[in-house]
């Protein structure tokens, strides 16, 4: 079968949704957004008061996902879970990754609760969209862009090169928040 399943990645607040409409875009690919879809198709187990969220029914958005992706061919998906996804499916996973603090800044200005603030920034430091996408898709298929600083469009022209391989990037290598921050600066997100 002829198709290409292109999935941006990462944690709420840095940038997924922007960058795939965009990538969409450029590409002439349909464009998802996983939550959205949840929401909208009414594909939810139920909401967690705790977390302030949705929960997913997993099944029922996968198999929805596996439709459009049968209908479009052409996909660019754009979630925070890339890991519920079937790995046969996908060709890529780009990984948007922000500056911790930035990140929280972002996610304070969308008037968040501090314990879902800290809870994703968290999540950022500690790599988990990453991780999780490498244990799901293997590390060929995952590239992480640090786009701390940078424009849709300087970011649209990485994962150009990465689709084209024509670029620097190593797959499966990880941005290390760890090495950068300062051990109080980390604990101060726990939850």
């Not at 649209?156 to 797959?171: G, S, Y």
Request: a negative charge; proline letters at 4%.
């Amino acid at each position: 079968m002829n198709r290409k399943v292109i999935v941006i990645a990462g944690t709420p607040g840095v940038g997924k949704t922007s960058v795939s409409e965009r990538l969409a875009s450029v590409f002439g690919y349909r464009y998802v957004n996983l939550s959205k879809l949840a929401i909208e198709k009414n594909l939810l187990s139920h909401y967690d008061e705790d977390r302030q969220t949705y929960v997913i029914d997993e099944t029922s958005l996968v198999n929805e996902v596996l439709r459009i992706i049968n209908e479009y061919k052409y996909v660019v998906i754009d979630t925070h879970y890339p890991e519920i996804l079937p790995p046969d499916i996908v060709d890529l996973v780009i990984v948007l990754r922000l500056n911790p603090f930035i990140l929280e800044n972002k996610l304070r200005e969308r008037g968040w609760s501090g314990r879902k603030v800290n809870e994703n920034v968290m999540a950022e430091i500690l790599s988990i969209v990453t991780v999780n996408a490498i244990e799901r898709f293997g590390e060929n298929k995952v590239f992480e862009i640090d786009v701390t600083g940078r424009t849709v469009d300087e970011i649209i022209e990485i994962i150009i090169d990465i689709v084209e391989n024509k670029c620097k990037h190593t797959p499966g290598q990880i941005i290390d928040w760890l090495t950068v921050l300062k051990p109080e600066e980390i604990t101060r997100y726990e939850y």
